[in-house]
């Protein structure tokens, strides 16, 4: 296929290159492509929603239900797709944002990655289509929305940012469009996770301007300065602080105080916690912080669907 003008099949390769790769590290370098601890977060969290949320008396026999497992390997296949062909086209600017971590174009050849890329992506649809035509399309779309964000919408003014935003809030909804079983709270976390994802994003593309400026990127912060870009963050966060902070409430109100003191004090807490620094980051090292701030809330928010079983 023909090359992209910002990718960077021009370089060089090591010589490890040679292989798909290299004998010494390849397993570590292979989960450093796909992003495994955060494969295995999307899968955590798919299994909570279904157990705790939908099924909350149903056996672990029923939870973990074939049919599920296959939607599960679906989705993790088109998000480790998604994490391949992002770092396909993103070589140069991982280059330079990036340089320590580097891995399509160094340690995997690209023409493997490419092909790894649309064997999982078709793996990934061809399981959920099988599973339920509704499903194959959920995921046919998001396949469809990764590619098109590594290609141009990550370079697009918070085009990017609420596209894998929406990806993230599907994850969470796929379970309950398996089941069909009408259930609210679902909703509820998937919008959290909707706006974290795009308070994060945001604060990433902070942390990437740099690189991103090199290669003709509109990201917020090169369009509006960072100044600005931080109160569209800030708005976001506001919305989510609004929502969690109305869960907490009920919750409590409900007599579960368990959920309750889990929200006040490992998601409200730690979100007004990062509203505070947002405001006061002015560094690429202060918004990395932020950045990683954003996914240990994402991880207690999806913990605190335990509390809800049974």
Same mark, same amino acid.
């Given at each position: 296929? =023909?090359? =992209?003008?910002?990718?960077?099949?021009?370089?060089?390769?090591?010589?490890?290159?040679?292989?798909?790769?290299?004998?010494?590290?390849?397993? /570590?370098?292979?989960?450093?492509?796909?992003?495994?601890?955060?494969?295995?977060?999307?899968?955590?969290?798919?299994?909570?929603?279904?157990?705790?949320?939908?099924?909350?008396?149903? =056996?672990?026999?029923?939870?973990?239900?074939?049919?599920?497992?296959?939607?599960?390997?679906?989705?993790?296949?088109?998000?480790?797709?998604?994490?391949?062909?992002?770092?396909?086209?993103?070589?140069?600017?991982?280059?330079?944002?990036?340089?320590?971590?580097?891995?399509?174009?160094?340690?995997?050849?690209?023409?493997?990655?490419?092909?790894?890329?649309?064997?999982?992506?078709?793996?990934?649809?061809?399981?959920?289509?099988?599973?339920?035509?509704?499903?194959?399309?959920?995921?046919?779309?998001?396949?469809?929305?990764?590619?098109?964000?590594?290609?141009?919408?990550?370079?697009?003014?918070?085009?990017?940012?609420?596209?894998?935003?929406?990806?993230?809030?599907?994850?969470?909804?796929?379970?309950?469009?398996?089941?069909?079983?009408?259930?609210?709270?679902?909703?509820?976390?998937?919008?959290?996770?909707?706006?974290?994802?795009?308070? /994060?994003?945001?604060?990433?593309?902070?942390?990437?301007? /740099?690189?991103?400026?090199?290669?003709?990127?509109?990201?917020?912060?090169?369009?509006?300065?960072?100044?600005?870009?931080?109160?569209?963050?800030?708005?976001?966060?506001?919305?989510?602080?609004?929502?969690?902070?109305?869960?907490?409430?009920?919750?409590?109100?409900?007599?579960?105080?368990?959920?309750?003191?889990?929200?006040?004090?490992?998601?409200?807490?730690?979100?007004?916690?990062?509203?505070?620094?947002?405001?006061?980051?002015?560094?690429?090292?202060?918004?990395? /912080?932020?950045?990683?701030?954003?996914?240990?809330?994402?991880?207690?928010?999806?913990?605190?669907?335990?509390?809800?079983?049974?």
């Amino acid at each position: 296929m =023909p090359t =992209p003008p910002h990718s960077a099949a021009h370089l060089p390769l090591a010589p490890a290159t040679a292989g798909a790769l290299p004998e010494a590290g390849g397993w /570590r370098q292979l989960a450093r492509l796909v992003r495994l601890p955060n494969l295995l977060i999307m899968g955590l969290c798919m299994v909570l929603v279904r157990a705790c949320l939908l099924l909350p008396d149903a =056996p672990w026999r029923q939870v973990l239900a074939p049919g599920f497992g296959l939607l599960v390997l679906a989705a993790l296949s088109v998000g480790a797709a998604g994490y391949i062909i992002n770092d396909y086209y993103d070589v140069k600017i991982d280059a330079i944002n990036r340089p320590g971590r580097l891995v399509v174009g160094k340690a995997v050849n690209r023409r493997h990655a490419m092909l790894a890329h649309l064997i999982l992506s078709g793996l990934g649809v061809g399981l959920s289509g099988w599973l339920s035509p509704w499903l194959g399309l959920v995921n046919l779309g998001s396949a469809l929305l990764l590619w098109g964000y590594s290609v141009r919408f990550k370079r697009v003014a918070l085009v990017g940012n609420v596209s894998i935003a929406t990806l993230t809030g599907a994850l969470v909804l796929l379970p309950e469009l398996q089941l069909r079983t009408d259930n609210q709270a679902v909703w509820s976390y998937a919008l959290a996770a909707f706006l974290l994802t795009v308070v /994060r994003e945001i604060v990433k593309d902070v942390e990437d301007m /740099r690189g991103d400026a090199q290669h003709d990127c509109r990201t917020l912060p090169i369009v509006l300065g960072v100044p600005r870009t931080k109160w569209v963050a800030g708005f976001f966060l506001l919305c989510l602080v609004l929502l969690v902070a109305g869960a907490a409430w009920q919750t409590l109100l409900g007599r579960q105080w368990g959920l309750g003191g889990w929200l006040l004090a490992l998601v409200l807490l730690p979100l007004l916690g990062l509203g505070y620094h947002l405001r006061r980051a002015d560094r690429k090292m202060h918004f990395a /912080r932020l950045s990683a701030w954003c996914k240990w809330v994402m991880l207690a928010g999806v913990l605190s669907m335990g509390w809800l079983a049974g």
